[in-house]
């Protein structure tokens, strides 16, 4: 690193005595170009112009003392170019200083453009206006120079450049502290606080339930059917359970029988739950969605149910109202398809009823009118004519014995013949039917095949029966599959402690949301002002 060397000064001063004692101005020491106000004209240009020989005595002594200023090898060449742009005839670097420092010019002093032309232009007045250096103490001669090495240079531009850049930085640190603190921070301290203070607080009442099938259906089931689990047979049924409490016929039902509107209109609430009392349906709908929540797991076939409100015994009478309604909801969604297929047997059945029956008494009419079987007929009036003969016999011998008594039993007489007379009379019948069925032998077979048809008819219609009465037990069974039983597993509660807000949680939600939306925007302005720039 180069230093600046530390030059003397020196201050010469011409007086009028030293004037007209004729010596020189390097001589004394000492010079002034400025003249004073009362010396001569005539002798101040003699003293400007008067330039000691090189070979003078004192010559020698003031270019030693200029040796010893430590020049540097810079300063001497600009002492000589400007030694020789005065008309100077120096022998040396050090005695063109000397001999610039005796015309009272200062070799290593920047002259205004200005003063140059105003030194042109005022002749000697310009000339009396310079000031020379001051001499300094001989133990401040070796002053650093003013030129500055190279590496020194770029080691302060690099220094600068760091700086500038620091400074960049903590100015663009600010600007993003400033910017996340209003877009980001601000906002979400103004979410915590409502959170924290201002939230109304909400009990939660939890409850589990799920739909069964009816005993024995899944064992009576045949095919896939039967290998398929409960679970996956209610699922239908489950989440048409669920979507009917999440719907806003269960939440006017709701409001109807309890009232809900009611309750999230209190004053007690904040501003941002509080319902308005003249809410539409559909408001009190989106606030009936947000505190009811149902969730349904396929894997195990259970419905949770989840209900916020702003008192815990309100919030327990809410679910277990839900649940009547879900209840009555499984119940109406098998009955439809039940009471259809048992109508429809029913039906059948009393229609084979009918047929049978109108068989039957088909039947009956020809079996009225003729004989079924001749043969057959005569075999039996002749078995019933034989056992009349043998009934009456007995009842005679019976009679006859009681007439050889010497005392007969008079009502036991007038029994036994009366008896007698009944079988006599049955077999004189028996006998007439034996006679008749014998003459009208010929004319039976016609009727005979009529009747062997209605035979047949009633069988048919026996079968048609049987069949009717199959279906229809078989619809009840398959009905009774389709009946669905509604299971609390976890009954509704009041819960003693708060569940919402939790403000910890949402807090920390909303700032992620705010330093979302705000890296967002700031990557869209980014972009933005990229493709305006480019």
Do not use: C, W
């Not at 004037?19 to 020189?24: C, I, P, R, V, Y």
Request: glycine share 4%.
């Amino acid at each position: 690193m180069t230093t600046k060397p530390k030059a003397r000064k020196f201050r010469i001063r011409r007086t009028a005595s030293s004037a007209s004692k004729g010596t020189s101005p390097v001589a004394s020491g000492e010079a002034d170009m400025t003249a004073a106000p009362g010396e001569d004209a005539a002798v101040g240009q003699s003293e400007q112009t008067a330039v000691p020989s090189a070979t003078a005595p004192g010559t020698s002594l003031e270019v030693e003392d200029i040796r010893k200023e430590g020049l540097t090898g810079r300063q001497l060449r600009m002492a000589r170019r400007m030694a020789h742009k005065h008309g100077l005839a120096p022998t040396s670097d050090f005695d063109a200083v000397r001999l610039l420092r005796a015309k009272g010019i200062d070799p290593f002093q920047r002259t205004h453009i200005v003063e140059l032309v105003s030194s042109a232009v005022g002749g000697d007045s310009a000339k009396e206006s310079v000031q020379l250096p001051q001499t300094l103490p001989s133990e401040r001669i070796n002053l650093p120079s003013t030129d500055i090495s190279p590496a020194e240079r770029r080691a302060q531009d690099i220094r600068s450049i760091q700086q500038d850049i620091a400074s960049r930085r903590r100015r663009k640190l600010l600007l993003l502290l400033s910017r996340l603190a209003a877009f980001v921070f601000l906002p979400t301290l103004i979410a915590g606080y409502y959170f924290f203070a201002i939230a109304t607080p909400m009990y939660t009442t939890k409850s589990e339930f799920l739909i069964l099938t009816a005993d024995g259906a899944g064992s009576s089931a045949g095919g896939l059917g039967g290998l398929l689990p409960s679970q996956f047979a209610t699922g239908q049924d489950s989440i048409a359970t669920q979507s009917y409490l999440q719907s806003k016929d269960a939440m006017l039902r709701l409001d109807n029988d309890l009232g809900f509107r009611d309750h999230f209109s209190q004053e007690s609430i904040d501003a941002l739950q509080r319902l308005d009392p003249e809410a539409t349906n559909e408001a009190a709908y989106k606030v009936y969605k947000k505190y009811v929540k149902l969730g349904y797991d396929p894997t195990e076939g259970v419905i949770r149910m989840e209900l916020s409100t702003a008192d815990p015994e309100i919030s327990r009478l809410f679910s277990e109202q839900l649940i009547e309604y879900a209840e009555e909801r499984v119940d109406q969604l098998s009955q439809e398809k039940r009471f259809d297929a048992v109508k429809t047997a029913q039906e059948s059945l009393d229609e084979a009823k009918n047929e049978r029956r109108a068989a039957q008494r088909r039947l009956v009419e020809l079996q009225e009118g003729t004989i079924l079987d001749p043969e057959g007929e005569i075999a039996n009036i002749r078995n019933l004519i034989g056992n009349v003969e043998i009934q009456l016999q007995e009842k005679q011998l019976a009679l006859n014995t009681q007439l050889n008594n010497s005392r007969p039993n008079q009502a036991r007489v007038e029994a036994l013949r009366t008896e007698v007379e009944v079988l006599q009379a049955e077999l004189d019948k028996q006998n007439a039917r034996l006679n008749r069925a014998t003459e009208d032998n010929s004319s039976l077979a016609s009727q005979a095949s009529e009747i062997q048809m209605a035979q047949a008819d009633l069988a048919t219609s026996d079968l048609v029966l049987q069949s009717a009465l199959e279906t229809k037990r078989q619809s009840e069974i398959e009905a009774n599959k389709q009946v669905r039983y509604l299971t609390v597993a976890v009954k509704p509660v009041a819960s003693q402690d708060p569940s919402y807000p939790r403000s910890f949680e949402n807090t920390l939600v909303a700032f992620l949301i705010f330093t979302g939306i705000y890296l967002l925007l700031s990557l869209t302005a980014s972009v933005l002002r990229e493709q305006v720039s480019s």
